[in-house]
């Protein structure tokens, strides 16, 4: 015996059989309703048959309420006026010529070895030489001419609260 039939004790196994035979026996039919819920359906009621004194404990739905769903719906008419039309974005901050450069050379060292390798060129000591070179010079000269976002005023930062 294990444990689950310890704990039962002295109940009546379940008649299995008979549960089934209930279950079939009852398919097709609907279920009373439990007490305290009120009907799916309710008996239609006539107007003259209601007096003032009546008590009315259901409403009736003469007709069920249409139910839509997501394809009911229909997209309205577009409209020129009813397009969003983004502004104009503002214009690029002009750079210097130094700036661009480095640009260049960060971009096109490391393009001038690819270039070199896909089309199967010996790596002389001058494309090494700007490839490389070129890509360390650029990006020195963009970590140096990086901005920190602080106004070009900068005060000692002991001097105090600025009010």
Do not use: C, N
């Not at 393009?111 to 199967?120: A, G």
């Not at 700007?130 to 001097?159: I, K, N, Y």
């Amino acid at each position: 015996m294990t444990e689950r039939d310890q704990e039962r004790g002295d109940r009546d196994p379940i008649d299995e059989e008979a549960a089934w035979a209930e279950i079939v026996a009852g398919y097709g039919e609907e279920p009373a309703d439990p007490p305290g819920v009120w009907p799916l359906v309710s008996p239609a009621v006539d107007d003259d048959q209601l007096d003032a004194g009546d008590t009315v404990e259901r409403v009736h739905l003469a007709e069920p309420a249409s139910v839509e769903g997501p394809r009911d719906w229909e997209a309205a008419e577009d409209e020129e006026d009813d397009h969003f039309v983004p502004p104009d974005p503002p214009p690029l901050p002009e750079t210097d010529l130094a700036t661009k450069l480095a640009w260049v050379a960060v971009l096109g060292g490391p393009l001038l070895l690819i270039i070199s390798v896909l089309l199967q060129r010996s790596m002389t000591w001058w494309i090494v030489t700007l490839g490389v070179g070129g890509f360390l010079g650029g990006f020195a000269t963009l970590v140096t001419r990086m901005r920190d976002g602080r106004d070009d005023d900068w005060t000692d930062p002991g001097s105090g609260a600025v009010v």
